[in-house]
């Protein structure tokens, strides 16, 4: 027993002066004017010990004496600092532009930017919490390099942007890139801006390869933030907003539609003899209360819309940990209101409402100083309202019914209605019931971390097991309702109860109740093997090697059973680089995976990608003579990807029957009726394949001035091969009925993408100026379809995937000689002087439908530019993006354009600019009173450019000293103002120039913002 004392006793002596050496080292870290960095990284040399600066710079670690701590922040350059007898430190950290050290996101892993040899972009948590958004995807305009974006509608939990890679180069097949988010194929719209760490997107074929046939049409990636060694750090956003629409297209009131209604009937030699001067002025005339009724002026936009709405937002995250256990907790709710007016005036609510609250924790464990683990878990739940109508259909209604068809309700409030009219949008809008829809989208993910230094040094393995699942319940809780027609024999009189209703739609006071509900999941496996060293001072080797399996399963419904069946795929990755002396760098990436939707023996396939790089600036005869650039960087990249979502339908290499034919019956059943035919519905295509795109890119990265101004700039090309499309040369003589879809399209998609950034930082201030501008430009090079011997004009190939066909207008007839001296346009009716004149393409007298070529305009556009520029001045910053898009088109046709087209109001815009003899140069044709069959075909004339310059965001911020803050306990508060979709610049005016063809959407919105950020 004393024996056992005595050796604790011993042991603790001899332990006691290690102990004694590790202490608590706190202190701050700055920029060069003394503003705290948040976020700065803090780490034991040597070791994976670490932590993180809160908001306010500070930090706190377990050290000794004889430890180096290195402290590094994106965009500043590193630093070394000894520990000795210190514990209290003030660090300062220089900017860096280069910022070439930091680590970036690439496919399946991270890379130090200074070794990316592929065609990256990235954005980061700053620029997206500029922007006062509810779906994260509308942050991204204008930021990225290579990114195309369009949003064509602002209605709450609908509002999503499109976005396209380096434009489109398929015709046929998905033009979607492929998204991820840590890893895993999900939707990133619902994502708070608050949880991310960064948006990256891979445009080459060296970053895109790792994922094969999935690969094409470039990928998203996603990721979130995660904790890091440190004490807690708690921040708290709290924001509103006001919403309003950029821009509603105006219409003429009941007098001047009316007004130019008559004008109308006279040019097409139609009676006026009801349009008196006397009748028209009693659509404004509003002296007797019958009037209102019999005599209605109902402005459907202005009745129906409220001119803002409100939006909300708060945020709550806390991340921190130790050296066993790192964490990134957030919680998230968003409540964006929608424009309708009459939300309660039912026992129900019509408001279209978004309510989504996120959650997501992300915690990372050191289980043993090899392995380590990795836990993830989101959330996103929306509970939405909205009006039993899609908002496509009111829109399109409130736009298209002209303000004297009927009042908006009758003087009983009953709804207003005419027989065989359009349906009156009030009515459709606060008497049709409502809908509710739940969705639930749980998104988890568990990994392991082993390294495997006892093999070799270098070495690691990982495994993970992503498990996603999206649910929805959508009750629909719809009714008809009440029509009448009101009627008033003298309209001088004043008591309105004399007036007749004739009903005209039965309804019902019972709302109905549908519950329409289904979910889907996806399963991921992934077991890679790492492995990264440096040889000898100067070469360093890294290889991955990557297993992945998936399944997913779709929510169908009943009777879709193919479509029931799980997507899956699975397959090998591999990346092996190379560098030398960290200026010469190489990288060979593949994939090797395919899916099972093409047929067995042709379902995978090798997709193979590399690269090289050359830092040219850091050979000593360039660093000794070109003092000005201190960076140069050339890289190229070449590579074959591909895309596997063609068609519309799956296992297109099977045949299929339908059992409802005519003709040949096989017997009766036991009552003694015939069973149906059987026919062949679509015929297989045992060689179906993938799309396979081979790429280029050539790239140049560039610094000067020490950093202070950087540039980027890239170019690349694309073939695309084995587009999916239909036989469109085989004459219906053979008897195939449905000809099976054929691998035989190629398309080029060629283009280039430049940014640059001139950023200074002073004592007390500072300023940056950036900018990007991307083009990108496709051709179909082969498809089968006719020659057209002598009408090549109506050929696709050798146009853009995007070009639209339709007729060529040469302006406006002046005169019935150049009508009677021009090719003949009767078969679009009878044609007069200020009708459209079009052109005889094939030169044979006569306008028809066969004289449409294409006309050398895209839908999309081609070109995207991105102009960011900031100031801060102490606690002070105040910032701004302006974003353009060039070279789309859109259709302005259709009952909301064409006045008088059916039932139709009149654009504003058109009462002094259609044609007279007087307006030989006017904007718009004659006045017609009904469709005009010549002027209402699909041409040139109502094509308009999408060409547009926002300023897209303003953000004014202001950090209250740490003398304010500190008297309250709080480390850190910034207030802010900031806005987005603020001011518009294009040529089309009447609408916002992101609208979709035809207008009728729920029109795109401008936010102003304001919220508090406190730190704790």
């Given at each position: 027993m004393k024996k056992k004392l005595l050796f604790c006793f011993l042991s603790i002596i001899l332990a006691f002066p290690a102990f004694s050496q590790t202490r608590t080292v706190t202190g701050t870290v700055l920029d060069t004017a003394g503003?705290?960095?948040?976020?700065?990284?803090?780490?034991?040399?040597?070791?994976?010990?670490?932590?993180?600066?809160?908001?306010?710079?500070?930090?706190?670690?377990?050290?000794?004496e004889t430890d180096v701590l290195i402290v590094s922040a994106i965009g500043f350059q590193s630093k070394e600092i000894k520990v000795g007898n210190l514990s209290v430190l003030r660090i300062t950290l220089k900017e860096d532009n280069q910022s070439l050290n930091e680590v970036v996101v690439v496919g399946y892993g991270k890379q130090k930017k200074v070794s990316l040899t592929g065609s990256i972009a990235s954005v980061g948590t700053k620029e997206l919490t500029q922007s006062p958004v509810a779906n994260l995807s509308n942050a991204l305009a204008g930021r990225l390099p290579g990114l195309i974006t369009l949003q064509n509608s602002g209605e709450p939990g609908f509002d999503g942007t499109?976005?396209?890679?380096?434009?489109?180069?398929?015709?046929?097949?998905?033009?979607?890139?492929?998204?991820?988010?840590?890893?895993?194929?999900?939707?990133?719209?619902?994502?708070?801006?608050?949880?991310?760490?960064?948006?990256?997107?891979?445009?080459?074929?060296?970053?895109?390869?790792?994922?094969?046939?999935?690969?094409?049409?470039?990928?998203?990636?996603?990721?979130?933030?995660?904790?890091?060694?440190?004490?807690?750090?708690?921040?708290?956003?709290?924001?509103?907003?006001?919403?309003?629409?950029?821009?509603?297209?105006d219409y003429l009131d009941s007098y001047d539609a009316l007004s130019l209604y008559k004008i109308g009937l006279i040019n097409d030699g139609q009676s006026t003899s009801q349009y008196t001067d006397e009748f028209l002025n009693k659509f404004r005339d509003r002296s007797m209360p019958a009037y209102q009724y019999l005599y209605p002026n109902v402005n459907w936009l202005k009745e129906l819309l409220k001119p803002t709405s409100g939006m909300y937002q708060g945020n709550l995250n806390v991340s921190g940990g130790s050296q066993t256990v790192k964490y990134f907790t957030s919680i998230s709710y968003l409540r964006q209101d929608g424009l309708y007016r009459y939300a309660d005036l039912s026992d129900y609510n019509i408001q279209a409402v978004n309510n989504k609250y996120n959650f997501r924790s992300n915690i990372d464990v050191n289980i043993t100083r090899d392995l380590t683990m990795e836990l993830n878990l989101g959330q996103i739940i929306y509970d939405n309202n909205y009006p039993s109508v899609a908002a496509g259909s009111l829109f399109a209604d409130m736009q298209a019914i002209p303000p004297y068809l009927y009042p908006m309700s009758n003087p009983d409030g009953s709804v207003a209605y005419l027989l065989a009219k359009p349906y009156n949008p009030y009515g459709r809008l606060t008497q049709g019931g409502y809908q509710r829809n739940f969705s639930n989208n749980l998104q988890a993910t568990a990994g392991f971390t082993l390294q495997l230094p006892f093999i070799t040094k270098g070495l690691s393995t990982r495994v993970r097991l992503s498990f996603d699942s999206y649910g929805y319940r959508n009750v629909e809780r719809f009714k008809s309702y009440y029509t009448y027609q009101y009627s008033l024999a003298n309209d001088q009189e004043t008591d309105l109860s004399k007036g007749i209703y004739t009903k005209i739609s039965d309804g019902t006071d019972n709302l109905g109740y549908n519950v329409l509900a289904n979910s889907n999941r996806r399963t991921q496996v992934e077991a890679y093997l790492n492995y990264e060293h440096m040889f000898l001072g100067k070469h360093s080797l890294s290889a991955m090697l990557l297993y992945q399996q998936q399944s997913f399963f779709d929510a169908v419904g009943s009777g879709q059973a193919t479509l029931g069946?799980?997507?899956?795929?699975?397959?090998?990755?591999?990346?092996?680089?190379?560098?030398?002396?960290?200026?010469?760098?190489?990288?060979?990436?593949?994939?090797?995976?395919?899916?099972?939707?093409?047929?067995?023996?042709?379902?995978?396939?090798?997709?193979?990608?590399?690269?090289?790089?050359?830092i040219l600036s850091e050979e000593p005869f360039f660093k000794d003579n070109v003092s000005l650039v201190n960076l140069l960087k050339v890289r190229a990249s070449a590579g074959k990807v591909g895309n596997d979502k063609i068609g519309s339908e799956r296992f297109l290499y099977q045949s299929t029957w339908s059992l409802g034919g005519t003709g040949y019956q096989f017997g009766k059943n036991r009552d003694g009726v015939w069973y149906p035919g059987t026919v062949e519905d679509r015929t297989g295509n045992l060689d179906v394949t993938w799309e396979k795109a081979t790429k280029y890119n050539v790239g140049l990265d560039m610094e000067f001035f020490k950093g202070a101004?950087?540039?980027?700039?890239?170019?690349?090309?694309?073939?695309?091969?084995?587009?999916?499309?239909?036989?469109?040369?085989?004459?219906?003589?053979?008897?195939i009925g449905n000809l099976p879809l054929v691998n035989l399209g190629e398309v080029e998609n060629k283009g280039y993408e430049v940014s640059?950034?001139?950023?200074?930082?002073?004592?007390?201030?500072?300023?940056?100026?950036?900018?990007n501008f991307s083009f990108a430009r496709n051709?179909?090079?082969?498809?089968?379809?006719?020659?057209?011997?002598?009408?090549?004009?109506?050929?696709?190939?050798?146009?853009?995937?995007?070009?639209?066909?339709a007729l060529v207008a040469l302006g406006l007839f002046q005169s019935q000689e150049e009508i009677d001296s021009s090719p003949d346009q009767s078969a679009f009716g009878r044609v007069q002087p200020g009708d459209i004149r079009y052109q005889d393409t094939n030169n044979d007298g006569v306008v028809n439908s066969q004289d449409a070529p294409y006309l050398g305009k895209s839908r999309i556009s081609e070109k995207m530019m991105g102009v960011a520029l900031g100031f801060n001045y102490k606690g002070l910053d105040l910032s701004a993006l302006f974003q353009g898009a060039f070279g789309g088109n859109v259709w302005l046709t259709g009952p909301r354009i064409w006045a008088f087209s059916g039932d139709s109001g009149v654009l504003s815009d058109i009462k002094d600019n259609f044609w007279t003899p007087d307006r030989p140069d006017a904007k718009y044709p004659r006045m017609s009173y009904a469709a005009?069959?010549?002027?209402?075909?699909t041409s040139s004339y109502w094509l308009r450019s999408t060409d547009y310059v926002r300023l897209k965001n303003v953000e004014l911020g202001f950090t209250f000293p740490k003398s304010i803050t500190g008297r309250v306990g709080v480390k850190n508060a910034r207030f802010f103002v900031n806005g987005i979709n603020l001011i518009t610049w294009d040529d089309i005016k009447i609408f916002d120039p992101e609208i979709p063809n035809d207008s009728g959407n729920y029109p795109q919105q401008r936010v102003f913002n304001l919220g508090l950020t406190i730190g704790l």
């Amino acid at each position: 027993m004393k024996k056992k004392l005595l050796f604790c006793f011993l042991s603790i002596i001899l332990a006691f002066p290690a102990f004694s050496q590790t202490r608590t080292v706190t202190g701050t870290v700055l920029d060069t004017a003394g503003i705290a960095l948040p976020g700065a990284t803090v780490k034991v040399k040597g070791t994976s010990r670490g932590a993180s600066t809160g908001l306010d710079g500070r930090f706190s670690i377990r050290s000794v004496e004889t430890d180096v701590l290195i402290v590094s922040a994106i965009g500043f350059q590193s630093k070394e600092i000894k520990v000795g007898n210190l514990s209290v430190l003030r660090i300062t950290l220089k900017e860096d532009n280069q910022s070439l050290n930091e680590v970036v996101v690439v496919g399946y892993g991270k890379q130090k930017k200074v070794s990316l040899t592929g065609s990256i972009a990235s954005v980061g948590t700053k620029e997206l919490t500029q922007s006062p958004v509810a779906n994260l995807s509308n942050a991204l305009a204008g930021r990225l390099p290579g990114l195309i974006t369009l949003q064509n509608s602002g209605e709450p939990g609908f509002d999503g942007t499109q976005l396209w890679i380096r434009g489109m180069a398929t015709f046929t097949g998905s033009q979607n890139p492929l998204i991820l988010v840590d890893g895993v194929e999900r939707s990133f719209s619902g994502i708070d801006p608050n949880e991310v760490e960064s948006i990256s997107i891979l445009k080459d074929a060296s970053s895109t390869a790792v994922y094969g046939v999935r690969g094409a049409n470039g990928v998203v990636l996603v990721t979130t933030k995660r904790g890091k060694e440190g004490k807690p750090s708690i921040s708290f956003t709290a924001q509103s907003g006001i919403q309003e629409p950029t821009r509603l297209p105006d219409y003429l009131d009941s007098y001047d539609a009316l007004s130019l209604y008559k004008i109308g009937l006279i040019n097409d030699g139609q009676s006026t003899s009801q349009y008196t001067d006397e009748f028209l002025n009693k659509f404004r005339d509003r002296s007797m209360p019958a009037y209102q009724y019999l005599y209605p002026n109902v402005n459907w936009l202005k009745e129906l819309l409220k001119p803002t709405s409100g939006m909300y937002q708060g945020n709550l995250n806390v991340s921190g940990g130790s050296q066993t256990v790192k964490y990134f907790t957030s919680i998230s709710y968003l409540r964006q209101d929608g424009l309708y007016r009459y939300a309660d005036l039912s026992d129900y609510n019509i408001q279209a409402v978004n309510n989504k609250y996120n959650f997501r924790s992300n915690i990372d464990v050191n289980i043993t100083r090899d392995l380590t683990m990795e836990l993830n878990l989101g959330q996103i739940i929306y509970d939405n309202n909205y009006p039993s109508v899609a908002a496509g259909s009111l829109f399109a209604d409130m736009q298209a019914i002209p303000p004297y068809l009927y009042p908006m309700s009758n003087p009983d409030g009953s709804v207003a209605y005419l027989l065989a009219k359009p349906y009156n949008p009030y009515g459709r809008l606060t008497q049709g019931g409502y809908q509710r829809n739940f969705s639930n989208n749980l998104q988890a993910t568990a990994g392991f971390t082993l390294q495997l230094p006892f093999i070799t040094k270098g070495l690691s393995t990982r495994v993970r097991l992503s498990f996603d699942s999206y649910g929805y319940r959508n009750v629909e809780r719809f009714k008809s309702y009440y029509t009448y027609q009101y009627s008033l024999a003298n309209d001088q009189e004043t008591d309105l109860s004399k007036g007749i209703y004739t009903k005209i739609s039965d309804g019902t006071d019972n709302l109905g109740y549908n519950v329409l509900a289904n979910s889907n999941r996806r399963t991921q496996v992934e077991a890679y093997l790492n492995y990264e060293h440096m040889f000898l001072g100067k070469h360093s080797l890294s290889a991955m090697l990557l297993y992945q399996q998936q399944s997913f399963f779709d929510a169908v419904g009943s009777g879709q059973a193919t479509l029931g069946l799980p997507y899956k795929y699975n397959g090998i990755i591999g990346r092996l680089g190379y560098s030398y002396k960290s200026k010469l760098f190489s990288e060979l990436n593949f994939g090797y995976n395919g899916s099972e939707n093409f047929p067995k023996g042709k379902r995978y396939d090798l997709f193979p990608a590399v690269s090289l790089g050359y830092i040219l600036s850091e050979e000593p005869f360039f660093k000794d003579n070109v003092s000005l650039v201190n960076l140069l960087k050339v890289r190229a990249s070449a590579g074959k990807v591909g895309n596997d979502k063609i068609g519309s339908e799956r296992f297109l290499y099977q045949s299929t029957w339908s059992l409802g034919g005519t003709g040949y019956q096989f017997g009766k059943n036991r009552d003694g009726v015939w069973y149906p035919g059987t026919v062949e519905d679509r015929t297989g295509n045992l060689d179906v394949t993938w799309e396979k795109a081979t790429k280029y890119n050539v790239g140049l990265d560039m610094e000067f001035f020490k950093g202070a101004l950087s540039f980027t700039g890239d170019v690349f090309y694309e073939s695309r091969k084995d587009i999916l499309a239909p036989p469109g040369t085989t004459p219906g003589a053979i008897g195939i009925g449905n000809l099976p879809l054929v691998n035989l399209g190629e398309v080029e998609n060629k283009g280039y993408e430049v940014s640059a950034e001139y950023r200074r930082q002073f004592r007390k201030s500072g300023y940056f100026l950036k900018g990007n501008f991307s083009f990108a430009r496709n051709k179909i090079i082969e498809m089968d379809e006719p020659e057209y011997l002598g009408q090549e004009y109506r050929r696709w190939t050798g146009r853009s995937v995007n070009d639209q066909r339709a007729l060529v207008a040469l302006g406006l007839f002046q005169s019935q000689e150049e009508i009677d001296s021009s090719p003949d346009q009767s078969a679009f009716g009878r044609v007069q002087p200020g009708d459209i004149r079009y052109q005889d393409t094939n030169n044979d007298g006569v306008v028809n439908s066969q004289d449409a070529p294409y006309l050398g305009k895209s839908r999309i556009s081609e070109k995207m530019m991105g102009v960011a520029l900031g100031f801060n001045y102490k606690g002070l910053d105040l910032s701004a993006l302006f974003q353009g898009a060039f070279g789309g088109n859109v259709w302005l046709t259709g009952p909301r354009i064409w006045a008088f087209s059916g039932d139709s109001g009149v654009l504003s815009d058109i009462k002094d600019n259609f044609w007279t003899p007087d307006r030989p140069d006017a904007k718009y044709p004659r006045m017609s009173y009904a469709a005009n069959a010549n002027n209402h075909q699909t041409s040139s004339y109502w094509l308009r450019s999408t060409d547009y310059v926002r300023l897209k965001n303003v953000e004014l911020g202001f950090t209250f000293p740490k003398s304010i803050t500190g008297r309250v306990g709080v480390k850190n508060a910034r207030f802010f103002v900031n806005g987005i979709n603020l001011i518009t610049w294009d040529d089309i005016k009447i609408f916002d120039p992101e609208i979709p063809n035809d207008s009728g959407n729920y029109p795109q919105q401008r936010v102003f913002n304001l919220g508090l950020t406190i730190g704790l």
